[in-house]
């Protein structure tokens, strides 16, 4: 997903879990989720948009863009989850969100049919693209419950399975492109990436939504005080008040 778009799935997630620590460290989310696309080089200091091969994944077989040979999301977000809780127990809670963020860039990828079947588009993707310019109308859309999971890696993988559902558009890599313009592919309509973003926007802000409040249960613990939560979500028990 692009930034508007991972932007868009975190404010929507945010605003449903209505979390005061969640949305006080917002900022350091959404720089999370956008640092998840870059890479940085210390010798030479250079930033660098990096080759989203962990980006990609098609329940059924392991690993990233490449199975077996890539490292794929599912593996990457419990990684960067676990970064994300201990950064918090250590008392750095900027830190722990920026790591908290790169994790939900994976999640909502996963949420673009191209990810979720593992399409190369080295050129552009329709969906990504059309999320991007429509950010603004998808983002009032209603956010759907999703059952509490254990581990980020689940998030991902039942977001992934849904996606499956949705055909992506295989005209947007170099040999895509030449197949369209010889007639043996078709690009996805405009109105059916319009229909498939107002499923799997929503679906995707659910899972980062729930990813959210499995950080708040795993890093803080009783610590952590439920103030209110959006009715179309389930939420777990509720937590107890810390003493004085």
């Known amino acids: ?21 969640t949305t006080r460290y917002r900022p350091a989310l959404v720089l999370g989720a956008l640092r998840e696309d870059v890479w940085y080089v210390p010798l030479i200091g250079a930033v660098l948009e990096g080759p989203p091969l962990t980006h990609f994944y098609r329940p059924g077989l392991p690993g990233g863009l490449v ?42 990828d996963m949420a673009c049919p191209a990810h979720a079947q593992r399409t190369v588009h080295m050129i552009s993707d329709s ?42 558009d295989t005209t947007n ?24 973003a107002r499923e799997l926007i929503p679906l995707a802000a659910g899972h980062a939504a729930a990813l959210l409040r499995l950080f708040l249960r795993q890093a803080a613990g009783d610590a952590v005080v439920v103030v209110r939560t959006a009715p179309v979500l389930e939420t777990p028990p509720a937590l107890g008040t810390p003493g004085p």
């Open 1 to 21: 997903m692009l930034w508007n778009g991972q932007r868009v799935v975190l404010d929507m997630a945010i605003r449903a879990l209505d979390h005061p620590l």
């Open 173 to 196: 890599s170099p040999w895509g492109r030449l197949l369209w313009k010889a007639g043996l592919r078709r690009k996805i309509p405009v109105p059916v990436l319009s229909d498939q």
């Open 67 to 108: 199975p077996f040979l890539t490292p794929g999301p599912r593996w990457r977000a419990d990684r960067l989850f676990a970064r994300a809780v201990e950064h918090y127990r250590e008392g750095r809670p900027a830190a722990a969100f920026v790591q908290l963020g790169r994790a939900a860039h994976l999640l909502i």
């Open 127 to 168: 969906f990504e693209w059309y999320v991007e310019g429509n950010a603004r109308a998808l983002e009032n859309l209603p956010v759907p419950a999703v059952a509490p999971r254990g581990r980020a890696s689940e998030l991902v993988e039942d977001l992934a399975r849904q996606t499956q559902r949705f055909a992506p």
